[in-house]
């Protein structure tokens, strides 16, 4: 198992540009979430989804969007890309219900993201 | 609303020092999940334990150990013998367990610990 996968590592951006953060993960995860870390602030929750065709927004969805056609893709769009956006970007994977099993929320490896 | 306060932003020890990472934590849910994730300078974030609700034994891990006290709504990590490799940033997490919640986890802002030789 390759696990969570993202691309690109590390992109810069002029602003107004647009692009996708790419997010995979080959465990039939039913859910997935993307966060973005910035200094002194932890980790946010951007969007998660609990499964294919089912999206929401978390603490700081403003300025991204998300689709979930596939249990394995969960991409990040940025539409006008904005130097707020410069951060760190996590996503993760999830096989389930906590309360069942000893479970762990799978990170990638981030990417790392410059908005000038 | 769910919080997750590490009142604590830096820490420095010397080697071999006993270190106790603070970690509290605000829910109205009763069934919930702690977590504590290690960022070490490399970037990623290493999964180190996750506690539930209504366990609230301690747990011990080699040097790691952790006390969770629902009275007080802390969950806080203690490392014994520190070592250069524990050098990292700490997350403390927490995730409710009602509707879509098992996917989302609400971070603190983290604990830097510096361990000198």
């Known amino acids: 198992n390759a696990g969570v996968t993202q691309t690109p590592k590390f992109q810069v951006l002029k602003t107004g540009q647009s692009m996708t953060l790419q997010c995979a993960q080959d465990m039939n995860h039913e859910y997935m979430s993307w966060y973005r870390q910035d200094p002194g602030m932890g980790l946010r929750l951007i969007h998660y989804s609990v499964g294919a065709g089912i999206t929401d927004q978390g603490e700081v969805p403003n300025g991204y969007n998300v689709s979930r056609s596939t249990t394995e893709d969960f991409p990040l769009r940025l539409l006008s890309a904005a130097p707020s956006q410069t951060s760190v970007y996590f996503c993760?994977?999830?096989?389930?219900?906590?309360?069942?099993?000893?479970?762990?929320?799978?990170f990638g490896p981030g990417t790392r993201l410059t908005v000038l | 609303a769910q919080k997750v306060t590490q009142a604590q932003t830096e820490i420095s020890v010397v080697e071999k020092e006993d270190v106790t990472l603070d970690c509290v934590y605000e829910t109205r849910d009763t069934t919930y999940y702690l977590f504590w994730y290690k960022q070490p300078p490399s970037g990623e974030l290493v999964f180190l334990i996750r506690r539930n609700s209504f366990d609230e034994q301690n747990e011990i891990s080699g040097r790691y150990s952790w006390n969770f006290q629902k009275s007080t709504s802390s969950f806080n990590f203690t490392i014994t013998a520190s070592q250069v490799v524990d050098s990292a940033v700490y997350f403390c997490a927490l995730s409710e367990a009602s509707g879509g919640a098992n996917s989302k986890l609400t971070f603190g802002k983290g604990i830097t610990l510096s361990v000198r030789p």
């Open positions: 993760a994977s999830f096989s389930g219900l906590l309360v069942l099993s000893y479970n762990e929320q799978f």
